[in-house]
């Protein structure tokens, strides 16, 4: 049974109603396992950036616990590094430790109601993480992996769609990440999961959830036997 490390962002656990167990069968990380013969080890938050994988790899002693039974790394984040964020991270993740709640209230509400017009505004930028850093995060990663474990065969994800008008339905810096993705990829000798070409129409036809980011189970589907696929064709096993 071949054991699936994925670090990932809500994308990994967020479906057309809200979020799920990391356990949920119907979500792509089980997905992909289950096409392979096996199960997946899920690390993942909300507004994941490859920065906050670093993190996880860095600082958490779960998946210090994996990594050695570990058959597969999976790099399912870079795709929230590209949402326009009009306040610079440290400010909008701040912004839940203001006190009194009423005030934390609405500053949190003022925000997300100014969002939109400041991303139209900016054109995309800035974003939670350039793709500068979003490439130095993902390498560090695998290279502090591969120290490790050498060997592990890595797969790396290109960054999805969305139709979002919390975000303006703006989303102009994804192109320029998926190119310094692939770049980084080609150089490091990582297999890439294009995320766009699985689930574009999914959600951009209106098929996923109503925030329009998050996939309907059709789309975790598709991402989960896309990604099984991939693993099967690197010849994977336990």
């Given at each position: 049974m071949p054991t699936v490390l994925m670090f990932g962002d809500s994308l990994c656990f967020h479906g057309p109603d809200g979020p799920h167990?990391?356990?949920?069968?119907?979500?792509?990380?089980?997905?992909?396992?289950?096409?392979v013969g096996g199960h997946t080890e899920l690390f993942a938050g909300f507004g994941w950036t490859a920065r906050d994988a670093y993190w996880s790899l860095t600082g958490d002693p779960r998946v210090?616990?994996?990594?050695?039974?570990?058959?597969?790394?999976?790099?399912?984040?870079?795709?929230m590094d590209t949402l326009p964020s009009p306040l610079p991270t440290y400010l909008r993740q701040g912004i839940?430790?203001?006190?009194?709640?009423?005030?934390?209230?609405?500053?949190?509400?003022?925000?997300?109601?100014?969002?939109?017009?400041?991303?139209?505004l900016t054109q995309g930028r800035p974003v939670a993480l350039p793709a500068a850093l979003t490439v130095r995060y993902l390498d560090a990663t695998v290279v502090a992996i591969r120290a490790l474990r050498p060997d592990i065969p890595v797969i790396a994800t290109l960054p999805a769609v969305h139709r979002s008008r919390a975000y303006g339905l703006v989303h102009t810096a994804r192109a320029g990440a998926e190119r310094a993705i692939r770049d980084w990829a080609a150089r490091s000798e990582v297999t890439l999961l294009d995320l766009r070409e699985v689930v574009?129409?999914?959600?951009?036809d209106g098929h996923g959830n109503p925030d329009g980011i998050h996939w309907g189970w059709d789309g975790h589907d598709d991402a989960g036997k896309a990604l099984g696929a991939l693993i099967k064709s690197l010849k994977v096993e336990s």
């Open positions: 167990p990391a356990d949920d069968p119907r979500l792509w990380p089980n997905i992909a396992a289950e096409v210090w616990t994996q990594l050695p039974h570990a058959d597969v790394l999976v790099l399912g984040v870079g795709g839940r430790y203001l006190r009194p709640d009423s005030l934390r209230r609405h500053v949190r509400k003022g925000y997300l109601a100014a969002q939109p017009w400041l991303a139209r574009e129409r999914h959600v951009l």
